[in-house]
């Protein structure tokens, strides 16, 4: 009776926090608004708030694993990612709180942006969906993983200096969506196709509270989308902006996420 009731208890936290969860990407964008938060603001409000709520409930677990997941690959990944964006012209940001840009064009906002929505998308998944004790923080797998994005960074710096044209080319966004994105999920769902029930419930949240973002960071200003370049575009709620951003980033980006994490940094199953 006595394991009943504690597993009870358990489970109403968790809906009581996935509640808060749901509401709270209304709250941030009522709050941009009322403050015409810049685009850094808008990484505390929707993405430093939550991840700090879920490290908190969460008691830590798993959260020293999850930062240093968030730094070794998404960092490196999203500065050439970016760069590749902005000179395509597949999206801008126009303001920055630094003057200072990585490689005269990556924002700190940017990385800023990639790192803690990293972080929340990954401790969302250890908290509501994938709950266990981790028992190594660093194993073979996440050295390859740190390899492959260096190596990717590396790659991408000798294009920069040695032939930057070959950097520019036609619908950008979905060519390194599809790579970056579409591909690790196919691949993991073939692996694993355990993961498909999580991997659902991660896109229906994520994609909940993304819109949320997109919707808000349009009307502010805070990105655009400066080309015609892209396969096409869906318009929401007075917002129109490219297919590619919709699909990429609003449905797929939690799921992609999951799937490197899996596969070099979790238990992969």
Same mark, same amino acid.
């Given at each position: 009776q006595n394991g009943r009731n504690t597993k009870e208890k358990a489970d109403m936290k968790n809906k009581i926090n996935l509640l808060i969860l749901v509401i *709270?990407? /209304?709250? #941030? +964008?009522?709050?941009?608004?009322?403050l015409d938060a810049n685009a850094f603001v808008s990484i505390l409000l929707f993405l430093v708030v939550p991840s700090i709520f879920l490290t908190f409930i969460s008691n830590f677990n798993n959260s020293l694993n999850v930062l240093i997941f968030s730094l070794v690959g998404p960092v490196p990944f999203v500065i050439f990612?970016?760069?590749? #964006?902005? /000179?395509?012209?597949q999206w801008l940001i126009k303001n920055s709180i630094l003057d200072f840009r990585f490689l005269g064009i990556v924002t700190i906002e940017v990385i800023l942006w990639t790192y803690f929505l990293s972080y929340f998308m990954v401790m969302f998944y250890e908290y509501f969906l994938d709950q266990k004790d981790k028992i190594i923080l660093w194993g073979?797998?996440?050295?390859?993983?740190?390899?492959l994005f260096v190596s990717?960074?590396?790659?991408?710096?000798?294009?920069?200096? +040695?032939?930057?044209?070959?950097? /520019?080319?036609? *619908? #950008?966004y979905f060519w390194l969506g599809s790579i970056f994105f579409l591909t690790p999920i196919i691949i993991q769902l073939i692996r694993r196709p355990c993961f498909a029930y999580k991997y659902f419930y991660m896109l229906i949240f994520f994609f909940y509270y993304t819109i949320?973002?997109? /919707?808000?960071?349009?009307?502010?200003? &805070? &990105?655009?989308?400066?080309?015609n370049n892209f396969i096409g575009f869906v318009?929401?709620?007075?917002?129109?902006?490219?297919?590619?951003?919709?699909?990429f980033w609003l449905i797929l980006l939690s799921t992609a996420c999951i799937s490197y994490y899996e596969f070099f940094d979790d238990n992969d199953k």
């Open positions: *709270y990407p /209304i709250v #941030a +964008s009522f709050l941009s608004f009322y990612f970016d760069y590749i #964006a902005h /000179i395509n012209n073979n797998r996440m050295t390859k993983f740190t390899l990717l960074f590396v790659l991408f710096l000798f294009f920069y200096y +040695s032939a930057p044209s070959l950097l /520019i080319f036609p *619908y #950008a949320f973002y997109e /919707i808000t960071a349009l009307k502010l200003g &805070w &990105w655009s989308f400066p080309s318009s929401l709620f007075g917002v129109t902006f490219p297919f590619e951003e919709f699909f």
